[in-house]
């Protein structure tokens, strides 16, 4: 435990203080300002559109956050795992979930930030509601589902570009699977919409775990929804984590 | 009288597709010595260290660790490692690093501030801001953090000033007086003379010569380690 804690922690700080944060994080506030601006443009829905732009900037960019700086931080040690050996015994299983344990609380901390930030301006603004927190949890569970998915491209593949295109073929495939298994529904053939049906369970059910329109139109979320989201980000998570760390132990040895 | 072999080293090929890098290599170090590989440039000195600690594998042969193969718990365990070209994250700062790296550490405590004491190391500074000598003893620091028996230097003196690369041999000598055992390798031939009590020579992918530094030198009637080693692997200039 104290192994995989020490991976973690030099994993959040060391890309907490790498320039790709500071540049995802200035142009989320560089949006984020330029959105504050405009919204005089958005007569009768400034709220709605506040909440809206507050929550995509956020997302996007933290994706921006993960593609550039979590995949070079997976690849960063992959090969020679000296950290690992300085570390005395750190199994391959510690490795790769201090990694992605040090990734997911780096999203987290840019989420947090993020939240904080434009949760200033929607109260500013008067259009701050406790259903944008949980907006902004939302986003933060999609992104620790990207965040595994990265670790097991990252251990998988020998190309720190082709995990990222991976990474974010699997983001927005994850985000519209939803959308070809409806229109599946109302073909006459049993095989396509079966095989939809297929590749929407086989990827993260991002439709189901997004809360963003309740947080925008400030619906309320009942508990047991976020309790059960969380819990299908972890076992899904869990579910992707395995092959990831058993890639990681075979080129190990 | 013979010492007690800590590291062998049997009949160790290492290929890359055709290429032999390492050829039917067979070498031993003993318990609480200072041994020292020496060979040119791409002789194959970063392959054996990289095969001793499994961060690649060997072709053929095995590696034993007080008579047992060795396994990454005991590489692990036993043996610290400063690599030749040491990257640590430069966004973190030394004491920041070692402490991290030190709660991960079995057994008692590491004393980080005695280490950074010991290499003089300004613990406020980003590790980024260092110079490359800073980084390599920070390196050698962090190779010392958990104790080990055994340690594996690959050019340690490398960018170091002369007044910083005669502390560390004091140091290194230090830490075999306290019975650590030492395998370094460096084109440094002054500095291995004067730590290492044995030496090997390698040289086009194959061991030529394995013994005390003495009779190395004695064989080749000469008083400079590096004109023994020139003619060992027979240079004309030698």
């Known amino acids: ?253 | 009288m013979e010492k007690e072999p800590l590291l062998q080293i049997n009949e160790v090929t290492r290929k890359f597709g055709e290429v032999c890098v390492l050829n039917r290599l067979s070498m031993a170090v003993q318990r609480g010595e200072i041994f020292g590989l020496l060979g040119l440039n791409g002789a194959g000195k970063t392959t054996l260290f990289k095969c001793i600690l499994k961060l690649i594998e060997t072709t053929e042969g095995a590696i034993l660790y007080a008579n047992k193969p060795l396994d990454v718990p005991i590489i692990h365990e036993k043996i610290g490692y400063l690599p030749e070209f040491y990257l640590p994250p430069g966004e973190l700062k030394a004491r920041e690093y070692l402490n991290l790296l030190g709660m991960a550490v079995s057994g008692p405590k590491p004393d980080v501030d005695a280490l950074l004491q010991k290499t003089d190391l300004d613990p406020h500074k980003l590790i980024g801001e260092y110079s490359r000598g800073m980084i390599q003893r920070l390196g050698l620091a962090i190779a010392l953090l958990k104790s080990p028996e055994f340690i594996i230097l690959d050019e340690p003196t490398l960018g170091l000033d002369p007044l910083v690369r005669v502390r560390l041999l004091d140091w290194l000598k230090e830490l075999n007086s306290q019975g650590k055992t030492i395998l370094l390798s460096s084109h440094d031939f002054a500095q291995v003379e004067k730590v290492c009590q044995r030496i090997a020579v390698l040289h086009n992918h194959q061991l030529r010569y394995i013994g005390p530094l003495t009779d190395f030198l004695e064989q080749h009637k000469v008083d400079s380690l590096e004109d023994a080693f020139l003619k060992e692997i027979g240079d004309i200039h030698a």
């Not at chain 1, 097991?152 to 990474?167: C, E, G």
Request: aromatic letters at 14%; hydrophobic letters at 55%.
């Open chain 1, 1 to 253: 435990m104290r192994k995989m804690l020490a991976m973690a922690s030099i994993t959040f700080l060391q890309g907490f203080r790498t320039q790709t944060f500071r540049i995802v994080g200035m142009l989320f506030v560089a949006i984020m300002a330029m959105t504050y601006t405009l919204r005089i443009l958005s007569i009768g829905h400034k709220e709605m559109m506040l909440r809206s732009f507050g929550l995509s900037i956020m997302e996007i960019s933290s994706l921006l956050l993960i593609i550039f700086g979590c995949v070079s931080s997976f690849y960063r040690e992959r090969e020679s795992r000296l950290q690992a050996i300085h570390l005395t015994y750190v199994s391959a299983f510690d490795h790769v979930l201090g990694r992605l344990l040090g990734n997911c609380m780096l999203v987290g901390a840019y989420t947090l930030l993020a939240t904080i930030g434009c949760s200033a301006v929607l109260w500013h603004e008067g259009a701050f509601s406790w259903v944008f927190i949980f907006g902004a949890w939302s986003i933060f569970l999609k992104l620790c589902i990207i965040c595994v998915f990265c670790s097991l491209f990252a251990n998988l593949f020998t190309s720190p570009v082709f995990a990222s295109l991976m990474t974010v073929f699997v983001y927005f495939a994850a985000e519209y699977a939803s959308y070809p298994l409806a229109m599946m529904r109302r073909s006459p053939s049993v095989v396509p919409e079966g095989v939809s049906r297929m590749v929407y369970h086989l990827l993260p059910n991002f439709d189901k775990i997004d809360l963003k329109y309740s947080a925008i139109h400030g619906e309320s979320v009942a508990t047991m929804l976020l309790i059960e989201i969380t819990l299908y980000t972890l076992i899904y998570m869990t579910v992707v984590f395995i092959p990831a760390w058993r890639v990681f132990a075979r080129h190990e040895h």
